[in-house]
């Protein structure tokens, strides 16, 4: 079935660790994106890519980066991880930078 | 500014029909969307519509625009519940094709 794989589902990190989480999809979509997802502040973009090898920033980029070396993957990466990016990250897809998204079923992830 | 406002909590009992409201400030918008987000699961596209459009209808759904006040709304006819979610109302900016969330309006459904 098409659609946007996110791995793992849930995790537990150390703060001060290195943790990549993985986004794969497999709808040709051009665009790519992750968010994450806080009570209270819903929906927050972290970074974007409209297309293979190139990406920007979002409303919250600080301590996150991401890498787009080919179409179909979107991995975001924690290099220090700091209790405060404890949430649920999304990530999404569109054809176009301007088109529906469509989103993966999320990474939850807590650091102690 | 760009903002995306919606009620926070809706309850409807079973049966009847659901009408989620939002209202949005930036009138460059092109394309205006309803996801659906159970609990556990990722936001679900349920129906869009062009800026353009005042009106569409899905089965269930009907989503109504009017421009002039902002407004975009999502009617639900005879809510199940298998309706109940979180129901996020968003819009893409035409000017830098940046989509913007609503916070989300949780329904719940009463027996």
């Known amino acids: 079935i098409a659609g946007i794989t996110q791995a793992p589902t849930s995790q537990i990190l150390a703060a001060g660790r290195r943790m990549t989480l993985r986004c794969t999809q497999d709808m040709r979509h051009n665009a790519m994106y992750w968010y994450r997802q806080d009570l209270g502040l819903g929906l927050r973009l972290i970074h974007y890519?409209?297309?293979?090898?190139?990406?920007g920033k979002g409303e919250v980029p600080d301590g996150y980066s991401v890498s787009r070396a080919n179409t179909d993957d979107f991995p975001l990466t924690l290099a220090s991880a700091v209790p405060s990016q404890t949430s649920v990250y999304f990530c999404?897809?569109?054809?176009?930078?301007?088109?529906?998204?469509?989103f993966g079923d999320g990474t939850r992830l807590s650091i102690l | 500014g760009e903002d995306v406002e919606q009620s926070l909590f809706l309850s409807v009992r079973e049966g009847d029909s659901s009408v989620i409201n939002c209202t949005y400030t930036?009138?460059?918008?092109?394309?205006l969307y309803w996801y659906k987000q159970e609990p556990g699961a990722g936001l679900q596209l349920l129906t869009y519509i062009f800026s353009n459009m005042d009106m569409k209808q899905d089965q269930r759904l009907t989503v109504l625009l009017n421009k002039k006040d902002k407004h975009l709304s999502l009617r639900i006819a005879d809510t199940q519940t298998g309706d109940s979610a979180i129901y996020f109302c968003a819009e893409t900016l035409n000017r830098d094709d940046k989509i913007i969330f609503g916070k989300g309006t949780r329904l719940h459904i009463l027996p």
């Open positions: 999404a897809s569109s054809q176009g930078s301007n088109q529906p998204q469509h």
């Open positions: 930036d009138s460059s918008s092109t394309y």
């Open positions: 890519s409209n297309t293979a090898g190139t990406t």
